[in-house]
């Protein structure tokens, strides 16, 4: 990743990616994954997404990994939720209660230092990724994370001509490119919600789809 990148967006503020609502569709699909109480879910490049907030009260135990310091403190600053930080082999973490947001960079991250992975929660990380970045991406979910593990993952699809992300459009293909040979994929969801989003419509695009998909490693009990 470019740290200097997303420092500069979070210091300028500009977030547009951020939502001030939990996602609707994280709250009407996260029972997909069939998770027992307290599954650990991993939330990778998080920002100070208010779902982290949802999971907590769903009982599950979070891990979020976000690079910059002043979303993991705006995240708690902004939900009145008090926080410990200490540093684990070098790396900044901020505790809350079952709560826990690492700050550092998702590729180098050393998931030795969490408790085993039992599902992920993808809605902001796939689609803030350029496409020469996601391969790796894909490929670190695979290597470092338990192989059973599912996702629940939200993208947005456009035309990518129309608009320089991010959040970046990412198809059907490419999802099925980046995780076919591993997980199951199962398109669950297919909305196009164009209308609903005007900062969209002011940059022009002449389409908008948000697809969920839930994935399932294809070796899976």
């Not at 997303?6 to 996602?23: K, Q, S, V």
């Not at 994280?26 to 879910?41: D, E, I, K, S």
């Not at 005007?198 to 969920?212: A, D, N, T, Y």
């Amino acid at each position: 990743m470019d740290p200097d990148f997303w420092h500069e967006r979070w210091a300028r503020d500009e977030i547009g990616f951020h939502r001030h609502e939990y996602n609707a569709h994280m709250t009407a699909f996260m029972h997909r994954l069939a998770l027992t109480p307290g599954a650990h879910v991993l939330v990778p490049l998080c920002g100070k997404s208010l779902d982290l907030e949802w999971l907590l009260r769903e009982g599950y135990q979070v891990t979020g990994i976000e690079i910059s310091p002043r979303a993991i403190e705006a995240f708690f600053a902004e939900n009145a939720l008090s926080f410990e930080r200490d540093e684990i082999r070098g790396v900044p973490r901020y505790r809350h209660g079952r709560l826990s947001i690492w700050c550092t960079d998702f590729f180098e991250f050393d998931f030795s230092a969490i408790d085993p992975v039992d599902a992920v929660y993808d809605r902001a990380s796939l689609v803030a990724l350029p496409r020469g970045m996601r391969e790796n991406y894909a490929s670190v979910m695979l290597e470092r994370l338990p192989e059973h593990a599912p996702m629940l993952l939200i993208t947005l699809d456009y035309p990518q001509e129309e608009m320089r992300g991010p959040p970046f459009a990412v198809t059907r293909e490419e999802v099925e490119r980046l995780y076919g040979g591993h997980w199951r994929i199962e398109e669950i969801h297919d909305e196009d919600c164009l209308a609903d989003e005007p900062r969209m419509r002011k940059k022009g695009l002449s389409r908008l789809h948000e697809r969920v998909y839930l994935l399932n490693a294809r070796n899976a009990p």
